[in-house]
């Protein structure tokens, strides 16, 4: 078994009211890749860099044993984002999105990574997403992220994905904007119609919400004390989330509840340090006793 990570590597400068980076590690498959890899093994990446990106983040994967034989490394300029956060780290602004090399990104998925039967499907172009999946032999599990932009300016190509997808990771409004509805328990269902059996709601600080089968799970968000930089939380999220799955093989319901719960660890251990920090230096000891901490903050007794 192998899981499979496509999406963004990027050059991240980020701003926010204590303090700032520029051109550090970043894009949805790196943080993907570096949280399911305290889960999964093998984790397969593929993404496009160009030749400015630093060997020291090469290294910082390569350490993660993320197999990168799938990383184009080509002529050009890395794919850059900025973003920079308000007094309410709720609020970014985006400043600047380069394409550059990512512009001409081709997904070429290597012979070695087609039978991986778990896919992570970062928020990429849904075109290149059902390119990535043309190429899979026979993908047991997808889980699939998107945004506002992809939702309004791919919506037939993206609905057309969603019909091969197991379990799509949306935030709140992505949603409402899918659905064209504002109440999200009617979204969620009108989406779920679209394909995907699974679908999980973030709500940033609040937590997030997984819809499957006739249920609906309400996990909570860490409460943090201190958050530096909540870039790449949610790409985590989905990095934790389907490595837990990978580890665990086990699709079933309850299990589908505590992998929602390390989906959140591991972000809470994101957003605790700007850029990748957070998630350099773990160990599933640590990881663990986290999630035991978010077991203990929603779990109550029934009394009369
Ligand atoms: P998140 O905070 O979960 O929205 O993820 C932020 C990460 O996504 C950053 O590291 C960015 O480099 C990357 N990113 C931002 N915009 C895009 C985009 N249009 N396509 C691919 N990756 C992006």
Not at 49 to 62: C, H, M, N, S, W
Not at 96 to 107: A, I, R, S
Not at 216 to 243: H, K, L, R
Request: proline share 5%.
């Amino acid at each position: 078994m192998a899981l499979l990570v496509v999406g963004s590597v990027a050059l991240d400068s980020v701003a926010t009211p204590f303090d700032k980076v520029e051109d550090a590690l970043g894009g949805s498959a790196t943080y993907i890749s570096l949280a399911s890899s305290y889960f999964a093994n093998p984790v397969y990446l593929v993404g496009t860099v160009g030749e400015d990106f630093p060997k020291k983040y090469i290294d910082i994967l390569a350490k993660h044993e993320i197999d990168l034989e799938g990383l184009q490394i080509v002529p050009g300029k890395t794919f850059r984002w900025s973003g920079k956060y308000h007094y309410d780290l709720n609020v970014r602004d985006t400043l600047l999105t380069e394409l550059n090399v990512f512009e001409k990104f081709d997904p070429v998925i290597p012979d070695k990574f087609r039978k991986a039967q778990f896919v992570c499907l970062g928020n990429i172009d849904p075109v290149l997403q059902i390119k990535v999946l043309d190429q899979m032999v026979d993908p047991q599990f997808v889980v699939c992220d998107t945004m506002n932009y992809w939702i309004e300016g791919r919506r037939n190509e993206l609905i057309k994905l969603l019909k091969r997808v197991s379990v799509l990771i949306i935030n709140d409004s992505e949603a409402r904007l899918l659905a064209s509805e504002p109440n999200l328990v009617k979204a969620a269902k009108m989406i779920r119609e679209m394909g995907p059996k699974i679908l999980i709601i973030k709500k940033g600080e609040h937590g997030a919400l997984l819809f499957m089968e006739n249920t609906v799970f309400s996990a909570p968000a860490y409460p943090m004390e201190m958050i530096f930089d909540p870039t790449g939380a949610g790409d985590t999220f989905a990095g934790g989330f389907i490595g837990y799955l990978h580890k665990t093989n086990d699709l079933n319901s309850e299990n589908m509840k505590c992998a929602v719960i390390y989906g959140s660890t591991m972000a809470s251990f994101c957003v605790e340090q700007f850029s990748t920090g957070g998630l350099e230096q773990l160990s599933y000891p640590r990881i663990k006793e986290r999630f035991r901490e978010f077991l203990k903050l929603s779990r109550f007794d029934e009394k009369d």
